[in-house]
Every structure is written in C-alpha cells, then in structure tokens.
C-alpha cells in the first residue's frame, strides 16, 4: 500500500483578464475590497503533448460568470471561485492568508457535512485568488489556491492500474462514446464527478449519488473526469471527493474503484485507454474524519521558482501601447469616480466633439487641458503658420515647426496631439473666418463662402466650441453662427495684459417654426439668470465689431500679455466647458447673478442646486487680474440689440446666410442699423452713461493666438 497523491493544480491566466480586471477596477469595484465572484474552467480533453498537470483557466470574461457558463465547451468543467482584489500592496502582503484558505476551505466542509456534495459535486472544487494591481504600471501581484484538505494517513492506495490492462478494446471505446455523449449534454457540463457504470459490456454514468445505491450485479466505479493528463497521479480535484467519502461514507471509498478518466485525443479520436483505476482503503482509523472537525487545510500555488508565493504579471510589454496610454488617460479621471465626484460622467466629456477656433497660446492651452479631460475629438481651424517666437508660449509647437517659413498651426496642433496620445481624433482646417469690417473681394468671394461652409458644417458637427482668436471681429461668425444652434455650447476666452476673460454664451431656444427666439427679459431681482437670459460675448457693446487689424504698431499686432496669464484663462474656459456639459442643461445652465457664486440665505437652496452641476458652479464669466490676483463671476442678460444674438441678426442670418457676411464685411454700420443701435446711439442722455461705464473698464479683449 502507498500514500495517495496528487497532481496540483496549475493556473493560466489569458492576458485579456488583466484588461478587464483593470476596467472594472476603475469603473465598477473602485474601493471596495469585498470577495468577488470569478469562474474558471479545467480542460478534461488532452493531447499527447499536454503538460501533465491540471490547469485552471481564466479568461478574459472571468469576471462575467453569466458569459462565462453559456460559453462553456463540452471539453471544459467550469469551476466556481473567489477573487479577492485588494487596493495596496501592503494589505496584499499583510493578508492572513492561512486564515483566508481556511476559510475558503470551511464552506467546503459545511456543505460535505449536510451532505449537500451528493447532489452538487461541484462544491468540492472552488477556488480562490487574491489580488494587487499596480494600475499606473499595469503590474499585478496574484496568488491562487485550490482549497483542499489534508489526507489522513488512514486513506491508503491499495493498487493502480491502467483501464486498457484490464479491459478489452470493444469496452474501452463504448466507454469513450458514452463519456462524450454525457459530457455533450448540457445538463452535465458542469459535472466532474459521476458514478460510471459497466454492464454487459456497456457502460452508463449516473449522478454521484447514484453510489449510494448502486446496482450490485453491475461493475460501478468512482469517476472522476480527470483534468490531469498524467497516467501516474489523479489530479487535485479527486482530493476532496477522497475526504468526504471517507467522512461520510467510507464503506463507499472501500468498496467502489476510482476511475480517473483521462480523455486523449490520438489519431483524431477520443481515447481513455490510458485512465487511472485506483484501489483505496480507508481503515476504521478514519474515524479521524468527522464532520465535526474539520481538516487542516492546504492549496496555495507554487510561483514560476516552485515556492509558496505570489506570481508576477507585467502587462504593459504585452499590451498594445496605444491601450495602455488610453487606460493611463482614463486613470486619474475614473479615480475621481471612487471618492470625489461619483456622479460624474466621463463618457459625455469622451464622446464630444470639440471645436477650437485659434490654435495659438490659448488654443494650445485648452487643447492640453481637454486631453487631461479624457476628450477624444478635437478639431482645430486657424489661418497662421508656427513662428519663431511661438514655440516658448505655445505648447503644441516646437523649434522645427518654425523652420521653412512654418508650418500650418492648425496641422501641426493636430499632429502634435496624435503625437503625445495616439487615441485621440484630432483634425484641422486651415483657412480665415470672414469678418466684420473686412470687404470680400471678388477673385476671394468663392474661398469666402468655402470658409463659411466649412465653419458652418464644423459647428454643426460640433457639441463644444471655442473662440480663442486674435481679433474681436473674428469671433462675430462663430457666436451667430453658434447662437442659431441651442444645442452648442460655446465658450470664449479673451486676454489682456494682466486680466483674463473666460464666459459661456447663452442660448437661443427655438420656436414652434424652428426660428431661434429672442431671449425673455430678465427679472433684475432675480438670484439667478436662466441660460436663455444670459449675454453673449457682444452683448456688452453698443457698437458693431470692426477692422481691429490694419494701421497697427508692432506691440499692437503681437500679443502682449504675462505669460501665466494665458495658461489661467486656457484652463478656466476648459473647465467651464466640462462642468457645462455635467449639467443637465448643459449650455442652458442657469448662473448665480451676484459674483460670489451663490446667495447664503435659507430660502435660496433651490437656487444653489439649480446653478451648480457635480463639478459645482456653471458661472456665466470669469474675471480675473494677475495684477491684483482676484478673481470674480459676473453674470449679464442677453442684450436686445446685440450685433451677434439679437433675434434681427439671427433672423437676418436665417434668411440670408453668406449674403449677410458680404454686407457687414464690406459695412459692419449695417448690424448698428440691423440691431436699433444707431437709433440707440443717438439719445445722448442714454449714451453718456454708457461711455461712463466703458471709460472704467480698463479690460482688452486682445488673446495670444499668433505672435
């Protein structure tokens, strides 16, 4: 007689797994630090070639039981575990793991003890596995174990020997057939242990309970379909079973045969010649095992070494680096998900598209600030090439940009964002906005109205857009053009010296005709201004923009700012933007009017809920001085005769759509008198005050987009 062995169980983890481990860390697990439910699966088909041992395998849907059960093959056994995913790699370290195994082995002994193994064999064969995952690295420290409970030196091997020594071949094959055929029925996929029965040289497989009455005029047999390959040991699995035969019944362990049924495939047939039958004893020293006590409890995995110790996956000289710089992206970002912000949506801020109109120090700006953002769609127009003096200022540039006259800011902007995150969609379009104040000449109409299409069609296409441009006029286009579409939000950056302005314009909802209606007039008590009251970036003028390009000094023409100043305002209209678009009415977000951002009194807390989004306020404009270092959130109503919102000028663009840009290029006077502003400009009464307020704004609206 000999010592009953083993062959341990081996794990094989497919390098899918770790993806989707890491994802569902981020998005669905976060912090939690509870057991998950896992599935595996043990292949009990072998070729010639097959690594002896048992291997567990884990796919890339492990985490997925439901998938992970209908997929199954006839071939595999599915088999049920634990995942145990800790966030640090002290508590990995630092976990009891005798304590956990003895765990993960009582429910084992629980369900042997109310005998609920006859029914679900499956309960002998679990798993577990616990888990650290370096997500910046995309490293993982995992240890497997396969509980099982130590064999008393009661349970003896009387006798092995090969199934082809003592049968014929007609019986071998019938055997092969009915295990196939058992195994294809979806009922028995699960199954690992059976009774297998032998009468008049046929055989029949019955449940494991079926060995507690079984047939005495037939040849019955203990079956296990064996994931071990070896013709000299069962596998681990078997183990169990040995255990709670001997504790409940060890009559049955005495008097029945083991079959370990090794399924090889030879010559492309099934083949179990070469299974295990097994003789064992268990002698009245088995009173050992009762189920009152249950036994110690072994399983842990050797490492790659052969030692007891955790394995080491590095995945990211596996990994395609474009995911791996795409799940590094999302990292800090879905972070904010465990703690912080856990209502917001990132998939929003992913799946827009955004518009930036000026690649220069602000367009660079916002675009670095929208990848950090998580956004995927970027598209840059602008009509400059890169210059000598912008690599310093401008962060998508560099020196070779500059050489051969410059090469086209919008392409290299977008180049340069492929370059740092392969994962994003950025695209470009160099041309000039047609403007107020610049005459469209002839031999230049048919580039005119190309640029007018293109830009049409690129806020059409667009959720987000930006004006980061160099002149006021050129922003008048894209803010009509944005105020005849409600569901654009559009955000404006502007630069002075030392000042900064950052502002979402309001919307214009539409009407029952699909015309964009003019804003309501707003109640001055009010605590809040609806988006639909709220000004756009002319709102605040009382004359029409204009050629601010020609008859220029050379500190005119550059962009003369602090160079911090830039950096500030890039940040804050990104901001804005992605807390816009958190809120429910996303451009259409309401705004405290008193610049501290929100009334403190007792009965303004629906006004607080309804201007904030997860992020917090959606200011209407940001004020800021690097001068004085403050900081303030103006909020103004729509102007009725705004020159860009007001319903005559987006009327007059409905109808007349290029042809209106013809005229104000060649006579911007032409929005004065579209908008009632000349007639507005003559009540000098009125006027007076107005040039009062002007006169003590010392603002510019100059930003750094070219030199």
């Known amino acids: 007689m000999t010592t ?47 690594i002896p041992g048992p291997r567990l395998n884990i796919t890339w849907n492990a985490l997925n039981t439901k998938s992970q059960e209908s997929s199954s093959s006839w071939t595999e056994v599915d088999v049920g575990g634990s995942m145990l995913l800790l966030n640090t790699i002290e508590a990995f370290k630092q976990l009891d793991k005798s304590q956990w195994i003895q765990q993960q082995a009582h429910q084992i002994w629980t369900r042997i003890h109310n005998d609920e193994f006859w029914t679900d064999p499956s309960v002998l064969s679990t798993f577990s596995v616990i888990i650290y995952g370096d997500l910046k690295k995309f490293q993982f420290y995992y240890w497997f174990n396969f509980p099982s409970f130590s064999v008393p030196s009661s349970i003896k091997v009387i006798s092995t020997s090969k199934l082809s020594d003592s049968l014929t071949c007609d019986i071998i094959e019938n055997l092969s057939s009915e295990a196939v055929t058992f195994r294809k029925n979806d009922a028995n996929k699960g199954t ?21 009455k079984v047939d005495s005029s037939a040849k019955n047999y203990i079956c296990l379909f064996d994931p071990c390959s070896s013709t000299d040991y069962p596998s681990w699995p078997l183990r169990n079973l040995v255990i709670a035969l001997a504790a409940k019944r060890p009559d049955i362990l005495n008097s029945l045969e083991v079959l370990c049924l090794k399924i090889v495939i030879k010559d492309g047939r099934y083949d179990v010649g070469d299974s295990l039958v097994m003789k064992l004893e268990c002698s009245s020293e088995g009173a050992e095992l009762d189920t009152k006590s249950m036994p110690n409890a072994v399983g842990w995995e050797k ?10 996956v590095n995945m990211r000289s596996s990994m395609d680096p474009v995911k791996i710089a795409e799940s590094s992206v999302d990292l800090n970002l879905k972070l904010m998900k465990w703690r912080l912000v856990p209502d917001i949506d990132l998939d929003i801020v992913a799946n827009a598209k955004f518009l930036l109109l000026g690649a220069g120090t602000l367009g660079c700006g916002v675009a670095r600030s929208l990848l950090g ?32 006259g410059g090469k086209k800011k919008s392409g290299a902007a977008a180049q340069k964002l492929r370059d740092i995150f392969p994962g994003v969609t950025s695209a470009s379009h160099d041309m000039t906005i047609p403007m107020p104040g610049h005459p469209i000449a002839k031999s230049l109409e048919a580039e005119a109205r190309s640029a007018y299409d293109t830009l049409e069609a690129l806020i059409d296409a667009s959720d987000v857009i930006f004006l980061l441009m160099d002149s006021r006029e050129s ?23 030392d000042t900064f302005l950052v502002m979402r314009h309001g919307i214009r909802p539409l009407n029952k005709d699909g015309a964009t209606t003019s804003a309501p007039p707003p109640s001055y008590n009010a605590e809040f201004l609806p988006g639909k009251n709220l000004g756009c970036y002319y709102c605040n003028d009382v004359v029409a923009p204009g050629d601010s390009l020609s008859d220029r000094t050379l500190d005119m023409q550059c962009t003369v700012t602090r160079p911090g100043v830039s950096a500030i305002a890039a940040a804050l209209a990104v901001e804005l933007a992605v807390t816009c678009l958190q809120h429910p009415d996303r451009g259409g977000a309401p705004c405290c009017t008193n610049s501290g951002g929100g009334n403190k009194s007792s009965d303004t807390a629906d006004v607080s809920t309804a201007t904030e989004s997860v992020l917090g306020l959606v200011p209407h404009s940001i004020r800021g001085s690097i001068h004085t270092y403050t900081q303030y959130l103006p909020a103004t109503p729509a102007f009725p005769q705004c020159t860009a919102c007001s ?28 908008t009632g502003l000349t007639n507005l400009l003559s009540d000098s009464n009125l006027m007076e005050g107005v040039i009062d307020i002007g006169d003590d704004d010392e603002f510019s609206v100059t930003s750094a987009s070219d030199m």
């Open 475 to 497: 922003r008048w286009l894209p803010t009509v053009m944005a105020a005849a579409r409600p569901d654009k939000i559009l955000i404006n950056a502007a630069l002075g010296f």
């Open 192 to 212: 690992m242990f059976t009774v297998a029965e032998l009468k008049d040289s046929k055989w029949t497989f019955h449940a494991l309970s079926h060995a507690q």
């Open 373 to 404: 953002w998580g956004a995927r769609n970027i598209t840059f127009l602008d009509n400059a090439k890169v210059s000598y003096s912008n690599p310093v200022r401008q962060s998508l540039y560099e020196f070779q940009d500059c050489l051969q």
């Open 4 to 50: 009953l062995k083993f062959y341990p169980f081996q794990s094989a983890v497919e390098p899918g797994f770790w993806h989707t481990l890491a994802k569902s860390k981020l998005e669905e697990f976060k912090l939690s630090e509870e057991a998950r439910e896992i599935r595996g699966s043990l292949t009990i088909t072998h070729s010639s070639q097959a």
């Open 303 to 312: 490492n790659e070494k052969g030692q007891l110790g955790p394995r080491f």
């Open 647 to 674: 319903p005559s000028v987006l009327q007059a663009y409905a109808s007349q759509g290029f042809e209106l840009v013809k005229l104000v290029g060649e006579n911007p006077k032409y929005l004065e008198d579209l």
